[in-house]
């Protein structure tokens, strides 16, 4: 109490004081909050906005008549970029594969400009 005494502060200012201070921080954790809350409201309305403006409107819906048409074979297509089949004799597809990029990269030519014919392990 001495402490109060000297500062010229007395016991009921001191609790006055400490109350303001307690009650400018929980207006501003309540601002905060408001704050929060407000801009989660807006984001979630300008999300809804961008799905409903990115979808696509709906095509009408045509009726066909239904004509038999033979079954289509496909036939294999390679990957893009690739230049045919490899045929392989007891190697793993692993193996060639480390081999085609290794050869690859020896001869400083990409992959899917070389063509490989047949890959075959030759045991001495």
Do not use: C, H, W
């Not at 300008?46 to 709906?58: D, I, L, R, V």
């Not at 190697?91 to 990409?110: F, G, L, N, R, S």
Request: without cysteine.
């Amino acid at each position: 109490m001495n402490v109060y005494m000297e500062a010229g502060i007395t016991v009921g200012e001191a609790l006055k004081q400490s109350v303001l201070g307690m009650a400018i921080v929980f207006a501003m954790l309540l601002i905060l909050a408001v704050i929060i809350v407000i801009l989660n409201n807006v984001l979630k309305s300008m999300a809804k906005s961008a799905e409903t403006s990115e979808a696509p409107a709906a095509a009408p819906v045509v009726a066909v008549p239904a004509v038999p048409v033979a079954p289509v074979v496909q036939a294999k297509v390679p990957a893009p970029g690739s230049v045919g089949e490899v045929k392989l004799y007891s190697v793993p597809d692993k193996q060639a594969a480390m081999i085609m990029a290794i050869v690859a990269d020896e001869m400083k030519i990409p992959l899917n400009e070389l063509r490989f014919i047949s890959i075959k392990e030759i045991e001495k």
